[in-house]
């Protein structure tokens, strides 16, 4: 059966409407002024407005319409393409052991937040599932659980394929899974919008339609220049993440890069589809590919099939990345073929040069601050670390207070211009390791 009409994403769907804030007009004076109105800038709004600062959030569009408002809704750990291995290597034990524990705060700030709020954000899934995409990947999670156990004290279960199955899990490409307990999965479009509605009964500013074209110094402020008005602040949080700007602030040249994540979405599915594959469980879920897919069954009981790795964004590479989801998703879901999908759409997510993210203070610009590239995994990362960011800001905290993993400014690529021509080299690497491992 053909696809419907594919209207976008989803989740603008289930919500009576998007918020319409005014854009900036005139000249404003304030203590912080924060650039993007995700899940980062409005963390750092509402921490910093909290506390009795003046604040003015400017987006270039609607509360939303950046990745937080288009994302696959998993509130999970992650934040680095680094493995833990690897943070071990970089930073110590002691460091690695920080930044799992500050993930895990992240995740937990989101779910006391739903609850204080009592916002209903669709939330289901008791953790999430890492699913082996080969035999040799399943082979790797015992020692994997083991390494989790002892070096972390994170506790991860095993589950063979028959295992799997009971617990309404199949797949031809499915080999056993990896769970583990923290994490839930929410519409994060509800989340973020309860949260903008947050800021604004804190007494923060949400300016829509404002670009920020400019940052510059200006008699010991940061002036801010946006098409209709200016904004000028004692700080700046920087949280525009996969969407910034490649020279606002000049500093930001060159060091992040974004790419493209995509979401299809099925019509609900019948109880005779789901058990015509064998997937009835409500875990969040992604296999262990590289360039990895993740996917979840709904409240609703549509299907979430997301995926990673597109670079470019011309009509002809979107339509190329929205039939390689089609097709990777046939041939993971086979029962499911010919169900039509009613919803595609895709965002940007933000790669820093050291894989991790960098929330602290901007060198050499005294005041400014960023808190950006969450590697794909920003619902609770950017969440907890919007708050820190201000905290960071207010002088609340030092940089210390902060892990190591997260506290590195940006480096810049090598040959800035030719980074999505060497990405597309690694990711084509990477696909060719997925399929022969
Ligand atoms: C398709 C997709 C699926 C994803 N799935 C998941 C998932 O399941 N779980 C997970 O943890 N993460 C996921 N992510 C990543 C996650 O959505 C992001 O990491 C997170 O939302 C980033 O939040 P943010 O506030 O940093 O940035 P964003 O939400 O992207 O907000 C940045 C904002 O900055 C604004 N902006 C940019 N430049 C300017 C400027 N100069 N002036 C004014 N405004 C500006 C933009 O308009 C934008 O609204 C996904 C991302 C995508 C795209």
Known sequence: MPDADLIGSYWETTVPGLPVDPPLAGERVVDLAVVGGGFAGLSAALRAAGAGASVAVLDAH???????GRN??????????????????AYGLGEARRFLAYQNEAVETVRARLASWNTDADVHSDGEIYLAHSQRAFQQFAAE???????FDAPARVLDRTALSDAGIAGPEFFGGLHVPQGFALNPMKYVLALADQVRLAGADIFANSLVTSIRRENGAW???SPDGTVLAKKVVLAANGYARERVPAWLHGRTLPVMSSILVTRPLSDEELAAQGWTSDLMACDTRILLHYFRLLP???FLFGTRGGIFESPGATGAMYRRARKDFNRMFPAWSQVEM???WYGHVCLAWNLTPFVGPVPEMDGIY????????GVAMASFSGERVADLALGRIGPAALPQAVSQPFARFPVPALRKAYLQAAYWGYG???RLT
């Open 62 to 68: 609607h509360i939303g319409w950046g990745a937080s």
């Open 72 to 89: 696959g809704g998993f509130c999970c750990l992650g934040g680095t393409k680094q493995s833990e291995r690897d943070l071990i290597r």
């Open 145 to 151: 659980a083991e390494f989790l156990e002892t070096r």
């Open 223 to 225: 002036r801010l220049e």
């Open 300 to 302: 609703d009981r549509r």
């Open 342 to 344: 009613t919803h595609r």
């Open 370 to 377: 960023c808190a950006m590239a969450w590697h794909g995994s």
């Open 432 to 434: 060719l390791k997925d």
